[in-house]
T-cell receptor, first 116, second 115 residues
Framework: GAVVSQHPSRVICKSGTSVKIECRSL??????MFWYRQFPKQSLMLMAT?????????EQGVEKDKFLINHASLTLSTLTVTSAHPEDSSFYIC????????????FGPGTRLTVL | GENVEQHPSTLSVQEGDSAVIKCTYS??????FPWYKQELGKGPQLIID?????GEKKDQRIAVTLNKTAKHFSLHITETQPEDSAVYFC??????????????FGDGTTLTVKP
């Protein structure tokens, strides 16, 4: 199957700093990518849909100024957590759908963000 | 919008036994139903999926069944092994062109296989 990578896999930062997480589709082009947040022992919470060449679509309740998304190319989407605070600590996962008419999703390995 | 319910939330079986996880969905237009396995600290991995034109699909020890009339689908794992221990998520979605690729996920099932 297709491969999606994320970088970094783990990041620890101080409160008030910004952190950028990259999501790459390695062997296919993705005009759309999804960003999820996952709390311990919980399901995936969709944060936003990243669209290549246009603005991201955010889910209700997600602060677009806090979580900046840029989809600059067909293989790269970035999520920047701005002015991070301890409550932003979480597991962030991206995915990219295989656009063959159905909705097969390929997930990245996730990024563990810890804000001190 | 779509709503997916998954049961049970936790499941413990003895090695070699079978495990069954069930999901129901609400949107009759959904036509793609994948199952993901997530190990601790990792992203979900697709283990099997089924499309609305098929009632059952099998891949070695894993099988998925779909009942479109009743709007439910199930994951069956036979001859379970300790390495099957993980969190399993079901999901439902319409085709990519209809819903821009969005999926709705169940809450997950933590499967523990005891040696």
């Amino acid at each position: 199957g297709a491969v999606v990578s994320q970088h970094p896999s783990r990041v620890i930062c101080k409160s008030g700093t910004s952190v950028k997480i990259e999501c790459r589709s390695l062997d296919f082009q993705a005009t759309t990518m999804f960003w999820y947040r996952q709390f311990p022992k919980q399901s995936l919470m969709l944060m936003a849909t990243s669209n290549e060449g246009s603005k991201a679509t955010y889910e209700q309740g997600v602060e677009k100024d806090k979580f900046l998304i840029n989809h600059a190319s067909l293989t790269l989407s970035t999520l920047t957590v701005t002015s991070a605070h301890p409550e932003d600590s979480s597991f962030y996962i991206c995915s990219a759908p295989w656009t063959d008419g159905y909705n097969e999703q390929f997930f990245g390995p996730g990024t563990r963000l810890t804000v001190l | 919008g779509e709503n997916v319910e998954q049961h049970p939330s936790t499941l413990s079986v003895q090695e070699g036994d079978s495990a069954v996880i069930k999901c129901t969905y609400s949107d009759s237009a959904s036509n793609y139903f994948p199952w993901y396995k997530q190990e601790l600290g990792k992203g979900p991995q697709l283990i099997i999926d089924i499309r609305s034109n098929v009632g059952e699909k099998k891949d070695q020890r894993i099988a998925v069944t779909l009942n479109k009339t009743a709007k439910h689908f199930s994951l069956h794992i036979t001859e379970t092994q300790p390495e099957d221990s993980a969190v399993y998520f079901c999901a439902a979605s319409r085709d990519y062109n209809t819903n821009a690729g969005k999926s709705t996920f169940g809450d997950g099932t933590t499967l523990t296989v005891k040696p």
